[in-house]
């Protein structure tokens, strides 16, 4: 069926590099998406989001770059910081799917920052 | 997101038994969803709601019941537990809005079944 995966399962950036933190995606029919940060013993945190009819949109520290001809999306952190380790999650909402506008997740990338 | 909490935070029980997770959320919002979450497997959707009258299925429901009983809380229950239901549960929240249907996520409860 329809999924949402990574493409790293871990990475590991030095203080002060910048993380791309990658995403397929392969229905064609979702036009949501969204980047969520899961620290250790937490909830997900939403992070940013961007939508079909836009290709990059940034935030504070982040920036989601969203490639439609190749179902890929990415997430940037730049400057990283000791803060920043945790568990990443692209999500898609699952149009076409049977739970509505429900959220499809992928397996996560965990960002390990050092010093 | 202290908007959204959910009780207990941490639970162990042995199997057999009757749970009940509660959520509770302050942000008004009227879709509420249930998700579990195993190690390398992400988050699963069990159970959604959008008011109070719409209860859906979600990828995973067999095993588990959920009750919506006002716009603020949602509760998920697992009638006779087992030890395969054992992971981290969340409860989410999130306004009608078509596709931008950003949710917001609970603290999580850990189940532990015995």
């Known amino acids: 069926g329809e999924s949402v995966g990574l493409h790293l399962p871990t990475l590991s950036v030095q203080e002060g590099d910048n993380s791309i933190i990658n995403c397929a995606y392969s229905?064609?029919?979702?036009?949501?998406f969204i980047w969520y940060k899961q620290e250790s013993g937490k909830g997900p945190q939403f992070i940013i989001d961007i939508r079909s009819n836009m290709d990059k949109r940034q935030g504070q520290r982040v920036t989601v770059l969203l490639n439609k001809t190749v179902k890929h999306l990415s997430l940037q952190i730049a400057a990283t910081q000791p803060g920043d380790s945790a568990v990443y999650f692209c999500?898609?909402?699952?149009?076409?799917?049977?739970?509505?506008?429900?959220?499809?997740f992928g397996k996560g990338t965990s960002l390990l920052v050092t010093p | 997101d202290a908007d959204v909490t959910q009780t207990p935070r941490n639970r162990i029980t042995k199997t057999g038994k009757r749970i009940m997770l509660e959520c509770s959320q302050t942000?008004?919002?009227?879709?509420m969803y249930w998700y579990r979450q195993d190690p390398g497997l992400g988050l699963r959707l069990i159970y959604y709601s959008f008011d109070v009258k719409d209860i859906n299925k979600g990828e995973i429901s067999d095993g588990y019941s959920v009750s919506r009983q006002a716009q603020a809380k949602f509760s998920l229950s697992l009638e006779s537990a087992i030890p395969n239901q054992t992971a981290l549960y969340f409860c989410a929240t999130s306004a009608t809005g078509g596709s931008t249907d950003t949710q917001y996520f609970g603290p999580g409860t850990r189940l532990t079944v015995l």
């Open positions: 942000k008004g919002h009227d879709r």
């Open positions: 999500a898609e909402n699952n149009k076409g799917g049977n739970s509505g506008y429900a959220l499809n």
């Open positions: 229905n064609s029919a979702s036009d949501y």
